[in-house]
């Protein structure tokens, strides 16, 4: 099946600092891959689409300049926390839809708890 | 944009017996509708979906049921067992399929 990987799986950093995050898919090509923030006990918020190759969209709410994207190529799309405050501390997740036409399904990835100290 | 509505927040169930999640959503151009289940820490899982073309979907234990024109759709887990115990979130796909909007999630504890 599609795997997706995330790296790192935990991270902490101090205030200020940037941290970036790495999403891959591992063995098919993802022509868009999402990013989604998780708080404990909440459900998955959708952050922003990114599609490779061209500029992400970000949801309502979330501040493109601090978390950058940028999908490189149709494996890999990097999220990177600027300057980051320890109300950035959460649960981050990515996924990827496979280029298959027709194909809905989403492939996460493991996530990655970052922590601001 | 889409709001999908979640329902219950906690469900306890005792082993053997059936659980029920329903989700409504509010944009008649979502036509997919994948139910995750996530466990503590780890990624969201899929378990079943439906597309908007059907009205029921069964795989073993787990069935989803889609009501298009009520626009809710509901996760029945029958003969539950402590291992499904975890989180489940239902969400709707809008039609250009790219974005998933999900539900706030059902924590369903199974006891043994």
């Known amino acids: 099946g599609a795997v997706v990987s995330q790296h790192p799986s935990r991270v902490i950093c101090k205030s200020g600092t940037s941290v970036k995050i790495e999403c891959r898919s591992l063995d098919f090509q993802a022509t868009t891959m999402f990013w989604y923030r998780q708080f404990p006990k909440q459900s998955l918020m959708l952050m922003a689409t990114?599609?490779?190759?061209?500029?992400?969209?970000?949801e309502q709410g979330v501040e493109k300049d601090k978390f950058l994207i940028n999908h490189a190529s149709l494996t890999l799309s990097t999220l990177t926390v600027t300057s980051a405050h320890p109300e950035d501390s959460s649960f981050y997740i990515c996924s990827a839809r496979g280029t298959s036409g027709g194909s809905y399904e989403q492939y996460f990835g493991p996530g990655t708890r970052l922590t601001v100290t | 944009g889409e709001n999908v509505e979640q329902h219950p927040s906690t469900l306890s169930v005792q082993e053997g017996d059936s659980a029920v999640i329903k989700c409504t959503y509010s944009d008649s151009a979502s036509n997919y509708f994948p139910w995750y289940k996530q466990e503590l820490g780890k990624r969201p899982q899929l378990i079943i979906d439906i597309r908007s073309n059907v009205g029921e979907k069964k795989d073993q234990r787990i069935a989803v049921t889609l009501n298009k024109t009520a626009k809710h759709f509901s996760l029945h887990i029958t003969e539950t067992q402590p291992e499904d115990s975890a989180v489940y979130f239902c969400?709707?796909?809008?039609?250009?399929?790219?974005?998933?909007?999900f539900g706030s999630g059902t924590k369903l504890n199974v006891k043994p």
């Open positions: 969400a709707a796909v809008e039609y250009n399929f790219n974005k998933f909007y």
């Open positions: 990114s599609n490779e190759g061209s500029k992400a969209t970000y």
